[in-house]
């Protein structure tokens, strides 16, 4: 699969300063929590979710989990789960996998539905 335009290849230089990488990071991992709390509160999902610093896990009922965590000497954010690893640095406008260019938020979605057997969309 070729990457779309605009989208990083991996050791690309960072489109972000330090700052700029910390907020946009600080603000993407709160976001995610505030989801999956409000699917808890409302029912949808028994998620739980942990976080340290710029590492946040998500446990799902199954078992499973997925974790997001920052890496700032890259400038990159990483996601695991159970399907596989993957990294993604910042385009401009979105965090875009190194390898193939998909979006974070939307694979992480795809990942979570998978996971916690049912449609979920952050």
């Not at 989208?7 to 600080?26: F, Q």
């Not at 896990?57 to 996601?79: A, D, M, R, Y």
Request: hydrophobic content about 40%.
């Amino acid at each position: 699969m070729s990457l779309p335009p605009g989208a990083p290849k991996t050791g690309a230089p960072s489109l972000l300063s330090d700052a700029e990488y910390r907020a946009n990071t600080n603000a993407l991992l709160a976001r995610l929590e505030a989801t999956c709390d409000r699917w808890l509160q409302d029912d949808v999902i028994d998620i739980d979710t942990q976080r340290t610093g710029g590492l946040l896990e998500l446990h799902f009922p199954n078992g499973s989990k997925i974790v997001v965590n920052t890496q700032p000497p890259l400038h990159e954010l990483w996601l695991a789960a159970r399907d596989g690893g993957f990294h993604y640095r910042w385009d401009g406008a979105a965090w875009r996998d190194t390898r193939d260019g998909s979006e974070f938020v939307a694979t992480l979605s795809a990942l979570a539905s998978a996971q916690g057997g049912q449609a979920l969309s952050f």
